[in-house]
């Protein structure tokens, strides 16, 4: 853990999430007197001096005191260790998840917390709540879904259609996909199939050849 990209992805959550440098040091304080009144073994490095430290890049917290510092943040603890996607906490690991894709050709740039917190919420308004089925499909109907949905954002932007760097524009993109997609392959299938059933994941697959050409158009 190099201690100058630490405190880099430390003030890139603490703006992300909107805590102050003296509100976040209280927290860790507080936090440090709560484990001191269990018994537990007491936080370490947790007054100001220590925070602007790590902030500014000459030195790193213990890993007692950086999981706290992660939990308060709500990111994941490997994230701010170490920059190992994803951020979100509740994530785990690959695939990039689908309020992330921006159909950006070339090697992909991570972007800020605000940006990620924006992206997530214009998913949980837009498109989630109006397309039952995509979280309860199997992986690789979701994992097929998210690259039709990259292929369709960056054949927009390579027809110069900036939409895509908007996360609204994308989730709106997003359920445009789902009615194609999911909406449409229900439809020829009996009414009770689930999404998640071996039946719907077939029918499903049967159908990206032709979506992935319709997506080259």
């Known amino acids: 853990m190099r201690a100058e990209e630490f405190g880099g992805r430390l003030s890139e959550a603490l703006r992300g999430k909107g805590i102050s440098k003296l509100g976040f040091a209280k927290e860790l304080q507080a936090r440090r007197d709560a484990r001191r009144r269990l018994g537990h073994p007491p936080l370490r490095k947790v007054d100001r001096s220590a925070l602007y430290a790590f902030l500014q890049g000459r030195d790193f917290p213990p890993v007692d005191t950086l999981a706290e510092m992660a939990e308060i943040l709500g990111v994941r603890l490997a994230w701010l260790a170490e920059g190992e996607e994803p951020m979100e906490r509740a994530l785990s690991g690959a695939p990039l998840p689908i309020w992330l894709i921006d159909g950006h050709r070339g090697p992909w740039k991570r972007p800020d917390v605000l940006k990620r917190s924006q992206a997530r919420l214009a998913f949980d308004e837009l498109f989630f709540p109006r397309s039952g089925g995509y979280m309860e499909a199997q992986p690789i109907v979701r994992s097929v879904f998210d690259h ?29 996909l789902y009615l194609k997609c999911f909406l449409d392959v229900q439809d020829d299938l009996p009414p009770e199939t689930l999404f998640s059933s071996p039946a719907f994941t077939s029918a499903f697959l049967s159908r990206v050849a032709g979506w992935v050409a319709d997506e080259r158009a």
């Open 148 to 176: 039709l949905l990259s292929r369709r954002l960056r054949r927009r932007r390579n027809r110069g259609d900036r939409g895509p760097t908007n996360p609204a524009y994308r989730a709106k993109t997003a359920r445009g």
